[in-house]
């Protein structure tokens, strides 16, 4: 059985990150670009686009598609099964869940107080309830491109370079996925600049970075933390909530420098080993 998983694993190198990137774009700069270079026959044959819209969804999902597609392609659905498995991956040391639950909502009040906002996005007239039925369904939208991005992605990548370059090679790549949809009309995109987002893009890859090795390649707390970044209680910020993040990143970076720059304690499994997994203690950050 061991040996079946460690083929399986060998079966994901190099290639398949070429492939995952190659999938993901396709089919994000495929549906948004028909929607930025043919808007009327679009809107006309599949309605207009908004952050609701099904295709919307299937752009936003494109890096966990590519992810379920390589690892299927590369070990099966018993594959999957283990890829899968990530997702129950939630013993890591306390300080990033304090970071994760507690820290990234004082940075979004933190940088609405400075620009003179309110601690908390203000209620509708029709009371809480819209909130939460966007906080929800924002659990199925952004959070689901972890799946590729620190699923596949992270671990290919940190098999070649240290967890930081790692993160702030995926963190690029992330951020010029998101490129086409400041051309696009009816989203969120429209109305910000693509450079401060793309700095806060590479911010973010490299923070969830040792959270992520910490936990052992866990996406729970990856999906966790991209969630936070979209929960629509918490207030704007911009653009206080991008330096706030650069400057604890950057804290960050310093207290774990003795693992982010080098390859020891990085994940480069794909597919966990379960009864590894099960048995390995908590790792102190810092080592």
Not at 234 to 240: I, R, T, V
Request: proline fraction near 9%.
């Amino acid at each position: 059985m061991a040996c079946s998983e460690n083929r399986q694993e060998a079966a994901l190198g190099a290639g398949h990150l070429v492939a995952f990137l190659v999938i993901t774009f396709a089919i994000t700069w495929s549906v948004i670009g028909a929607y930025i270079f043919w808007p009327e026959a679009m809107a006309a044959r599949f309605g207009a686009i908004s952050g609701r819209h099904p295709l919307y969804f299937l752009a936003t999902w494109a890096p966990a598609i590519s992810a379920i597609l390589l690892v299927l392609f590369a070990a099966g659905f018993g594959g999957l099964r283990r890829f899968l498995s990530r997702l129950l991956l939630w013993r890591c040391p306390p300080i990033w869940w304090a970071l994760i639950l507690l820290g990234l909502p004082l940075v979004f009040i933190a940088g609405s107080l400075i620009k003179g906002g309110p601690l908390l996005t203000p209620r509708p007239p029709e009371g809480a309830g819209p909130l939460v039925a966007l906080m929800v369904m924002m659990v199925f939208l952004g959070p689901v491109e972890e799946l590729g991005w620190r699923g596949v992605a992270m671990p290919l990548l940190q098999r070649h370079v240290a967890p930081f370059w790692a993160g702030a090679a995926i963190g690029t790549a992330w951020g010029i996925w998101h490129l086409p949809a400041f051309y696009l009309a009816g989203v969120v995109y429209e109305n910000w600049s693509f450079l401060p987002f793309l700095i806060g893009n590479i911010t973010l890859a490299i923070l969830v970075t040792p959270i992520f090795n910490a936990a052992r390649g866990s996406l729970l707390l990856p999906v966790l933390f991209h969630w936070q970044l979209i929960n629509p209680f918490w207030p704007d910020a911009q653009p206080w909530d991008t330096w706030l993040l650069v400057v604890i990143t950057a804290g960050v970076v310093w207290w774990t420098r003795g693992t982010m720059f080098t390859p020891q304690g990085a994940v480069t499994a794909v597919l966990p080993d379960a009864a590894r997994d099960r048995a390995e203690p908590w790792q102190d950050p810092r080592r």
